[in-house]
């Protein structure tokens, strides 16, 4: 976990709040990925990024914008927060190394609630 | 479209006794098959892959698990469980959907080892 970090861990905010959260890693990983994780939903993809040009919408975009400012740091936005925007928001990496699978590696993760 | 199944939304065990959690899934063509454990408070571990060749794929802590390409699943395994390995577990099977090498959860399964 200590190679992907992300900032804030916990974070309450109110509705129509705009957030970010962050994510740096030092992996050297060229792949980036933001998921959130639902109870009974386990994890979905919001956006990924395959190189510092390179973003991608996910299956639930929808509401959230991503920044990928170097290789090393993937920021997640959320314009104007809603209550079911609440979530346990966890940031990845991969090589992108062919026939390795590609496995991600993961941060702590960031639980927001939306007031 | 890509899918993985993980039946059992939580999975008793006592300590000691082999432990198996289930997973299914759903891919065009040949698929690469993950196992991550999480701990409370804690982002995602990886546990073990399948790339190709061997059906039994041995990972970290004693985890080992099954490929079954007849029965599109891959059981995740340990021949005795510790209290330790009480923990949620994701299968996810990574395959190509829309030109790009998606992955796929499954929805979780806690794991409760009972000393």
């Known amino acids: 976990d200590a190679d992907v970090t992300q900032t804030p861990r916990n974070r309450i905010t109110k509705t129509g709040k705009r957030i970010m959260l962050e994510c740096s890693q030092t992996k050297g990983h060229d792949r980036m990925y933001w998921y959130r994780q639902d109870p009974g939903l386990g994890l979905r993809l919001i956006y990924y990024?395959?190189?510092?040009?390179?973003?991608n919408k996910g299956e639930i975009s929808d509401g959230y914008s991503v920044s990928r400012q170097a290789q090393a740091k993937f920021s997640l936005s959320l314009e104007s927060a809603i209550p079911n925007q609440t979530a346990l928001y966890f940031c990845?990496?991969?090589?992108?190394?062919?026939?390795?699978?590609?496995?991600?590696?993961f941060g702590p993760g960031t639980r927001l609630t939306v007031l | 479209a890509q899918s993985v199944a993980q039946p059992e939304d939580q999975v008793n065990v006592a300590e000691g006794n082999p432990l198996t959690v289930k997973c299914t899934y759903s891919v065009s063509g040949n698929p690469y098959l993950f196992w991550y454990v999480q701990y409370p408070n804690r982002g995602l571990q990886f546990l073990l892959k399948?790339?190709?060749?061997?059906?039994l794929v041995k990972g970290s802590y004693g985890f080992e698990a099954e490929f079954n390409k007849s029965q599109t699943s891959f059981h995740l395994k340990k021949p005795s469980a510790l209290v330790s390995d009480s923990a949620l577990y994701f299968c996810?099977?990574?395959?190509?959907?829309?030109?790009?090498?998606?992955?796929?959860f499954g929805t979780g399964t806690k794991l409760q080892v009972i000393p």
């Open positions: 399948y790339i190709t060749g061997d059906n």
């Open positions: 990845a990496t991969s090589s992108g190394l062919a026939g390795g699978g590609d496995t991600q590696y």
């Open positions: 996810a099977v990574r395959g190509l959907s829309g030109g790009y090498q998606k992955v796929t």
């Open positions: 990024s395959f190189d510092v040009k390179d973003i």
